[in-house]
C-alpha cells in the first residue's frame, strides 16, 4: 500500500461537478492498494498517517499529528501510485491490487481513520474524480506500507 500524504490548508473532490468530499486543515492522501495488500498493511498505513508529526507545534516545529490538531483528512483511491515506469515510455499497473480487493482495502482504510474520531471524506473509488487543494508548506511525504520508501 502506498500513499502520497500532503498537508493542506484545504481540499475538494469532485466527480461529475458534485462534490464529493471537502476539508480544512488537515491531510490529503492519494491511497494506492497493491496486489498483494493485506489487513497488516491497512494497520501500518492507519497508524502512519494518524501519527506522522508534519504540523507545526508553538515552536514552529514539524511536531504535532493531525489527531494533535484534530485535524481533517480527505482519502482519494489512486492506483496509479502503483505505475511502474521503470521500462518504456508507457507505465505499468500490474502491481495495482484487482478493483475488488483494492475498494474493499481502501474502504477498510477509510473506516479505521474515521474510528480515530477525526473527521474523514473520500472521493469515489475507481472513479474520474477533479482534486483540488491548498498545499499547506508544501510538504509532502511519501509512505509505503513494505517500507520501499
Same mark, same amino acid.
Do not use: C
Given at each position: 500500500? !502506498? ?9 475538494? @473532490?469532485?466527480?461529475? *461537478?458534485? #462534490? ?13 492498494? =497493491? ?17 506522522? &508529526? ?8 514539524? *511536531?504535532?499529528?493531525? +489527531? ?17 515506469? !521503470?521500462?518504456? &515510455? ?6 495495482? $491490487? ?5 475498494? =474493499? +482495502? ?8 474515521? *474510528?480515530?474520531?477525526? &473527521? @474523514?471524506?473520500? $472521493? !469515489? ?6 482534486? #483540488? ?8 511525504? +511519501? ?7
Amino acid at each position: 500500500m !502506498r500513499a502520497v500524504v500532503q498537508r493542506v490548508s484545504k481540499a475538494e @473532490v469532485l466527480v461529475d *461537478n458534485i #462534490s464529493l468530499g471537502q476539508i480544512n486543515k488537515g491531510l490529503l492522501i492519494l491511497l494506492g492498494v =497493491a496486489e498483494e495488500d493485506t489487513e497488516t498493511d491497512i494497520n501500518y498505513m492507519v497508524d502512519k498517517t494518524l501519527n506522522l &508529526r508534519i504540523f507545526e507545534d508553538e515552536n514552529e516545529k514539524m *511536531n504535532l499529528s493531525v +489527531l494533535d490538531i484534530e485535524g481533517e483528512v480527505l482519502v482519494i483511491s489512486q492506483f496509479t501510485l502503483h505505475g511502474d515506469a !521503470r521500462k518504456g &515510455r508507457r507505465p505499468s499497473f500490474s502491481k495495482a $491490487g484487482n478493483p475488488q480487493k483494492a475498494e =474493499a +482495502l481502501y474502504n477498510q482504510y477509510i473506516q479505521q481513520l474515521k *474510528n480515530s474520531g477525526i &473527521r @474523514v471524506e473520500s $472521493g !469515489r473509488f475507481a472513479a474520474y474524480m477533479e482534486v #483540488s487543494l491548498v498545499n499547506d508548506g508544501p510538504v509532502t511525504i +511519501l509512505l509505503d506500507s513494505t517500507k520501499l520508501f
